[in-house]
Each structure stands twice: as C-alpha cells, then as structure tokens.
C-alpha cells in the first residue's frame, strides 16, 4: 500500500494554475540592487500554516492554492511571481525524496531547455540545486527559475517565473530566499503508550512498506495518530483492501490469518505437483506447460516455474512471512485509521508477533520470506524492497536492531 496518486492530482492542478496565470507576465532588465536595498522593500510572506516563509516585496499579492504548506504571490504590476512548495516529510504528499520532488515538479510544469545554475545559499536547507528553465502551458512559454533542497523536515521547490530571468530577478529571489525561516510545527499525536522494544518489533516487520511508503517506522502505523492520518488510512484501506468501518476489518484480519496469499500459494503448487512438475526440468515444465491442454503464455510458464523452484527451495510454507507482516501492518493501519483502539491494535500485534516469530530464525529469514511472496503477489521483481530493506539496516535508528529473538510481552 503506497500512497501516490490522489493528492498528487490535486496538486498537479495548482501547479498547472499557477503556470497559466503567469505565463503572461512581463520582465525587466536593469542593475541589480544590493541584498540590503532589496530587503529594505521587503516583508515576511509565510505558508498558510505558518511553517516556512520567505521575503518578498511589500506590496505583493498572495494567491490561496488550498494548500496549507505552499505560498503562491504576484507582483502587483504582473512582472514577476513564486510559487514556495513544502512537502512535509513522512507526509502525506507524493514526494519522499529530492529526486521525487523533482520529477513532480518537472512533469507538472511543463519544463524544458532546463540548464544547471549556480545554487543559492538558503539557510538551513541542504541538497540544493538551482536550474534556469522555460516553463510551458497551452502553448504559452515563460522563463523559470528553480530551486530545490530539503530540511530535516521537509523537502521543498521555490520557483520563479517571469517573462525573462534577468540577473536583476536572480538578485531579488536570492534575497528573497537569504530571509528563509522553518518552523517546524508540533503534531498531534494521540499514541499514549511508550515505545518499547516489543512495539518496535512489531514495526520492523512492516518497515520496509513503511519507508517506501515515506512514513516513519519509529511511529505505530507509521503516521502520528490524528485526524489527518485517520483520513489517510480510511481513504487507503478502502482502496486497497476494500476496508471501511470495524466489521470489514475484522474480516480482512481473519482472512489474511487463516487463509491469505499462502494459502492460494500451496494449493496452486499443489495443483503442478499432481501434474509432475516436480519430475520435469524447467526447459520441459515450460514445454509442458505451453503446449495443449494448458495453453499458458511463455510469462505464466515462467512463473509456475519460478514458484516450482520456490518450493524446492523453501517448502510449502515459503511465502508465510508476507501474510504475518501485512497483517501487522493492518494492525497500525486498523487504529490510524479508528477501527481499533490502540489497546486493541496493540494487543492483536503481540498475538500475531508472538505466533509469527517461532517460524523464521531472524530478521532476514523473516524478510526473505516476506520478500517471496511479494514476488508471488506482484508477479514482479523484489529489488527494490530488498534494497530498502538492506539501507534501514544501515541507518542510526535501524528498527532490526531490536533482538528477532525478544521475548515478546505486553508492555503497555
């Protein structure tokens, strides 16, 4: 379950506005002005929520985007404008990283004849990178001035657009952008108990889903528990797992425990057993297979053969960790999103934690497992997810620190 597409359409759309109602605007040449007689005409313009803000001219004008995290101005005279994006980290954007953030803002301006410049400094933001670039809607061109970098808490595109970026418009957006200010805003987090290591195990064995879905594998869930994340979690659970209130929870949880992919996984190999697979080479199960009665297409050979080779590896059981991990992970989602309480969901993970863990001997044996059977689910290559999972061993706060062998209580 990663989230992406939704917000992102929303926030497509403020881009494309905004480009549109720019493309017109008329720029200027002249010698620049000196960072203090710039300022000196300046005043703090912030995002909605009052977490960034940057200086622009005083008598600018702002226009509302319906986002909370971006400042969208305008000269008054139409000759230049920005447009500051934040998107929070671990949020519920669909950015998770520079290169991420880059590639939205690439494909939703329009971009082209992008070339490298000269980076600005920013206070405490890191990572940046600065491009001239012409910006292009219906058919209408004007000239484009990005910036990117990121915070601890969040990356963020500052973008100028006018009809021609002249060093007097790179003089003021680096004044402008010399007034730089974060702050950072607390979040409610309604998660009362303490996070010991059994709740930290609970969360490795859904960390890498959670990174990759640019969530915090230090929080149950992954998310703060408020109502912003119980919306999230609603909205993906519907979509994802056709879950909407506490009965269809229930449901989900009990199939993915006593049946789930594992299930279909050994009667399907049960199924080539009794046609002796397990007798053939994989040149003549793909033969086999391909020609007449069964008539499968060289792709679906390919996978009855990868899962023949699965079981002659692994057994019956090979792919039982992908069902244990997503139904712990259901468990964090089940209480973002008010399902179950957070003593329910608790104590549903430690009755999962403690019937999972005799199966696998460590976290990479889990993981392996959990790993075959994405394969088995997605039809696809696990790369990526093994990837991730080999940097978060890696990282300071690495959730696999935590003992696989802990023994496993209730501790809240």
Not at 233 to 256: F, N, R, Y
């Amino acid at each position: 379950m990663i989230l992406k597409n939704k917000k992102a359409g929303r926030i497509i759309s403020f881009f494309m506005v905004m480009v549109l109602a720019l493309t017109m605007l008329q720029g200027c040449g002249g010698k620049p002005a000196s960072t203090e007689e710039l300022l000196a005409d300046m005043q703090e313009f912030s995002t909605p929520d009052g977490s960034a803000s940057i200086y622009l001219k005083k008598d600018w004008i702002t226009e509302d985007v319906g986002s909370e995290t971006f400042i969208t101005a305008g000269s008054e005279d139409g000759r230049e404008a920005v447009l500051l994006m934040q998107f929070p980290k671990g949020g519920i954007f669909p950015v998770d990283s520079m290169e991420s953030l880059q590639e939205l803002v690439e494909t939703s301006y329009g971009m082209s004849d992008d070339e490298e410049a000269e980076a600005i400094a920013i206070p405490g933001m890191s990572n940046i990178k600065a491009y001239t670039c012409k910006v292009t809607s219906d058919g209408t061109t004007a000239a484009g001035y990005l910036i990117y970098g990121e915070t601890d808490y969040a990356y963020y595109s500052i973008g100028f657009i006018a009809n021609k970026i002249t060093d007097k418009v790179k003089a003021s957006f680096a004044a402008s952008l010399s007034k730089f200010k974060e702050v950072v805003p607390e979040v409610e987090n309604n998660f009362t108990s303490e996070m010991t290591d059994t709740i930290r195990w609970f969360n490795a064995a859904y960390a890498v889903l959670t990174d990759l879905n640019g969530w915090d594998y230090n929080l149950f869930g992954g998310l703060p528990a408020n109502d912003e994340s119980a919306s999230v979690e609603q909205e993906l659970l519907k979509s994802w797992w056709d879950v909407s209130d506490k009965a269809s929870a229930d449901s989900t949880l009990e199939w993915i425990l006593t049946e789930g992919h594992r299930t279909d996984y050994k009667e399907t190999v049960q199924t080539l057993l009794d046609v002796g697979l397990n007798d053939m080479s994989a040149e003549e199960m793909t033969s086999f297979l391909t020609a007449s009665p069964y008539n499968m297409s060289s792709e679906e050979a390919e996978a009855c053969v990868q899962m023949m080779d699965m079981y002659a590896q692994y057994g019956e059981t090979a792919i039982d960790g992908w069902d244990y991990c997503r139904a712990l992970s259901l468990m964090g989602y089940f209480y973002l999103a008010g399902y179950y309480t957070e003593q329910e969901a608790l104590d549903k993970s430690l009755e999962i934690a403690q019937t999972m863990q005799p199966l696998f001997g460590s976290w990479d044996e889990l993981m392996d497992s959990y790993l075959r059977g994405y394969e088995y689910w997605n039809g696809e290559s696990s790369d990526e997810r093994r990837s991730v999972y080999e940097d978060i061993k890696t990282r300071e706060d690495n959730p696999y620190a935590v003992d696989y062998n802990l023994a496993l209580t209730k501790t809240w």
